[in-house]
């Protein structure tokens, strides 16, 4: 699909993901009637995706993993009026999950492996921070045909370790199984990560990132566009793994949030 076609693509309105305005979650926020232009919304610094659905604009805001239940602001601008919304968020517990992992450098790096993760952080931090034009498809179709193992927000133990939060979802595909753009998108980055593996970004606009991680092959390149059900690469067990699987990330205004809610079938 040619950029021009994939702009016209982005420019009609999509199935919104589910209400779920708990840490990890996705807040689908009323704004109003459809007007001729969009409005803007922001959360603090932060600007959200603004979507229109059933001749209503609503913004999307995701919802970091270590937020305290309570009200959330954000504010909304249309021409010269400005106003707020707030976001009451609830509680959400996740259970815990212990894994023991073989290579010890995975889970205690050592000094030049540190560097190699920091000069690593520096490259997917910015991708997760992409802001583009466009509205985003977010009727998601599943990346990959398998089973849904490991859930987003598991609280990860590794080796008896405390670690970060299971930030994505796991989908049980054995290695060189075909994983597919769950929705048209601009290639944003692709690359072999020390935790990650061989891994894609996709853009999908408006701060809507998805990443595939621990391939064992990439089918793409950067600034590709690619369309629903491309192909993107396969499944393997590069990176941190206990064997191999897809690991989907959804990220939303540069926060990790449950990639279930963005599954048609699950609404």
Same mark, same amino acid.
């Given at each position: ?31 109003? *009637?459809?007007?001729?232009?969009? @409005? ?6 932060? @600007? ?87 509205? @985003? ?23 008896? $370790? ?62 590709? @566009?690619?369309?629903?059900? $491309? ?24 926060? *990790?949030?449950? *990639? ?8």
């Amino acid at each position: 699909m040619g950029a021009l076609a994939l702009g016209l693509a982005w420019s009609i309105g999509w199935a919104l993901p589910a209400h779920s305005p708990v840490p990890g979650g996705v807040a689908v926020v009323d704004l109003g *009637p459809a007007g001729q232009s969009a @409005p803007t919304a922001r959360w603090g610094e932060q @600007p959200l995706a603004v979507v229109r659905d059933g001749g209503r604009w609503f913004a999307l805001l995701g919802i970091p993993l270590d937020t305290l239940p309570g009200e959330l602001e954000i504010g909304v601008s249309s021409g010269s009026t400005a106003t707020g919304r707030n976001v009451a968020v609830q509680v959400k517990n996740y259970p815990e999950q212990r894994l023991t992992i073989r290579d010890k450098r995975k889970v205690e790096p050592d000094p030049d492996d540190l560097a190699r993760i920091a000069r690593e952080r520096e490259i997917t931090d910015a991708v997760k921070r992409r802001f583009s034009d466009g509205m @985003p498809d977010t009727g998601f179709a599943l990346p990959a045909a398998g089973p849904l193992s490991s859930r987003f927000g598991l609280r990860r133990i590794f080796n008896g $370790e405390p670690r970060n939060p299971h930030a994505g979802l796991d989908v049980a595909v054995g290695t060189g199984a075909p994983v597919k753009a769950p929705a048209a998108g601009i290639v944003a980055n692709t690359g072999d990560y020390f935790f990650n593996g061989n891994t894609v970004f996709i853009d999908h606009g408006q701060g809507l990132i998805t990443a595939y991680m621990h391939l064992s092959r990439i089918d793409v390149r950067a600034g590709q @566009p690619v369309r629903k059900g $491309e192909t993107l690469g396969a499944a393997g067990s590069t990176g941190r793994v206990t064997g191999p699987h897809l690991h989907w990330a959804v990220i939303l205004n540069n926060t *990790p949030v449950d *990639p279930e809610l963005f599954l048609v079938r699950q609404r």
